[in-house]
């Protein structure tokens, strides 16, 4: 059973650019989360999409978006880049409903995004 | 907003020795997970606690659920060079997202 895979793993942008990172969940895992790592803030709450829906958010501004296709699939856009958006985004998926549920959050490897 | 303490924020310890750390909150949870991190990897679930008070073991780790589910440890005992690296605790009630805590930084001696 393959694991949470994230493309691509490595980004280099310039300043005011957009970039759009992709995470494919576990087979049958419907949500999808996504964070932040950066070695001053740790680990940061972007968004999380649960059957094409977000149904939790971070506190991030507007320029970080994302989506979440039919297949489970999602993506997140950070636009108009920022040199302090260079961190390791890495993307998580989950099975259950909800957390009730026994359920277990798998990461994938991340994606470094540097921002020169 | 919520958030969860974890302590100690580093560890240097030899091998052989035990590890213990901890995250604390001052909201209930009823998740409690634990990850470990290597460098430039995204983490790697170790455990996972659903009930107050449940005590799980994987190997050489062992984790419990705080009684007043605000609450975690992890111990790992009789440390070996592998176990360097950064443990995360994080933490979810029902559908809400699920938070860290800041790490503990374990570094293991010869």
């Known amino acids: 059973k393959a694991g949470v895979t994230q493309t691509p793993r490595y980004l280099i942008k310039t300043r005011g650019q957009q970039v759009t990172l992709s995470c494919s969940p576990i087979?049958?895992?419907?949500?999808v989360s996504w964070y932040q790592q950066t070695p001053g803030q740790g680990l940061q709450f972007l968004f999380e999409y649960f059957s094409e829906t977000q149904r939790n958010k971070g506190n991030f501004p507007g320029r970080f978006s994302g989506r979440q296709f039919s297949n489970s699939r999602s993506e997140m856009n950070v636009s108009t880049l920022e040199l302090g958006d260079s961190a390791l985004y890495l993307c998580?998926?989950?099975?259950?409903?909800?957390?009730?549920?026994?359920?277990?959050?798998?990461f994938g490897q991340g994606t470094r995004l540097t921002v020169v | 907003g919520q958030q969860l303490n974890q302590s100690p924020q580093s560890m240097f310890i030899q091998e052989g020795e035990d590890v213990s750390m901890n995250c604390t909150s001052s909201?209930?949870?009823?998740?409690w997970l634990w990850y470990k991190q290597d460098p430039g990897e995204g983490p790697v679930l170790l455990i996972a606690?659903?009930?107050?008070?449940e005590l799980t073991s994987n190997g050489r780790l062992t984790a419990q659920f705080g009684t007043t589910r605000k609450d975690s440890f992890l111990n790992i005992s009789a440390s070996i060079p592998s176990d360097v690296g950064i443990y995360f605790c994080?933490?979810?009630?029902?559908?809400?997202?699920?938070?860290f805590g800041t790490g503990t930084r374990l570094q293991v001696f010869p």
């Open positions: 606690l659903y009930k107050a008070g």
């Open positions: 909201s209930i949870f009823n998740t």
């Open positions: 087979s049958g895992h419907r949500s």
């Open positions: 994080a933490a979810a009630y029902n559908t809400d997202k699920l938070i």
């Open positions: 998580a998926s989950s099975s259950g409903d909800s957390f009730l549920q026994n359920t277990e959050a798998f």
